[in-house]
């Protein structure tokens, strides 16, 4: 079984400023891990997944992730947030090996992220 | 192309009544899944379909839960004798395929229900 720490549950930035959202995670077998945004009143958009590979991921809106193992960590970071970044933020993980019950995503509480004009 | 889409967008209901709520994937999309984003709960995972099976029901809350997939496409999550613990919002996903580097999950929009 898996599970996911979202530490910060509000994240309060100042337009313009760098911001990093922390995401630590437990698992037993190798994993798959994900961010999403969710929008007011709107479903789950894929920011970003790690899969395999370069442990640097890129993602849309200018977001980026590094998965790092030792840490069992996959912040997220942006070098400069818009208005427009203003949402809920969750990490999630599966697992990474075929065997049942590797299909479905844990989710981390979610980090709001507000940002300042 | 066309994402996931869900119906109907808002449910309010009665307590006590049945509801049923709508997912259909995105074409070419063998795995299914539900998860319901509660307040109080987070985001839970409820069922995962691959084609019309459903391998996994482990985070059905409870037998008056139930769903089904039909023609490996539309899936139906069904809430009999609907309880104020109900009310959340219902989101859909679904996948190309369930294992491996193919199961990364698009989200649809959700459907928000509110029993009073």
């Known amino acids: 079984a898996q599970s996911v720490t979202q530490l910060d549950s509000q994240v309060p930035v100042f337009e313009e400023a760098p911001v990093e959202l922390r995401c630590n995670y437990s698992s037993s077998v190798s994993v798959y891990l994900f961010w999403y945004v969710q929008y007011p009143n709107q479903g789950l958009q894929l920011l970003l997944k790690?899969?395999?590979?370069?442990?640097l991921v890129k993602g849309i809106n200018g977001f980026e992730a590094e998965f790092n193992k030792s840490q069992t960590s996959f912040h997220l970071r942006k070098p400069s947030v818009h208005i427009s970044d203003t949402a809920e933020y969750f990490c999630?993980?599966?697992?990474?090996?075929?065997?049942?019950?590797?299909?479905?995503?844990?989710f981390g509480t979610g980090t709001r992220l507000t940002i300042i004009p | 192309g066309a994402g996931v889409s869900q119906s109907p967008s808002n449910k309010v209901t009665e307590k006590g009544k049945d509801v049923e709520l709508r997912c259909d994937p995105i074409?070419?999309?063998?795995?299914l899944y539900w998860y319901r984003q509660s307040l109080g709960q987070g985001l839970e995972f409820l069922i995962y379909f691959q084609g019309n099976s459903a391998p996994d029901k482990s985070g059905l809350p409870s037998d008056r839960f139930s769903a089904e997939r039909t023609g490996g496409s539309v899936s139906t999550l069904t809430i009999q004798r609907t309880q104020q613990e109900d009310s959340a919002v219902y989101l859909c996903?679904?996948?190309?395929?369930?294992?491996?580097?193919?199961?990364?999950?698009?989200f649809g929009p959700g459907t928000r229900l509110t029993v009073l």
């Open positions: 996903a679904s996948s190309l395929d369930g294992t491996g580097v193919s199961g990364t999950q698009y």
């Open positions: 999630a993980v599966r697992g990474g090996s075929f065997n049942f019950g590797n299909e479905k995503l844990t």
């Open positions: 074409s070419g999309h063998t795995a």
């Open positions: 790690y899969l395999s590979g370069s442990t």
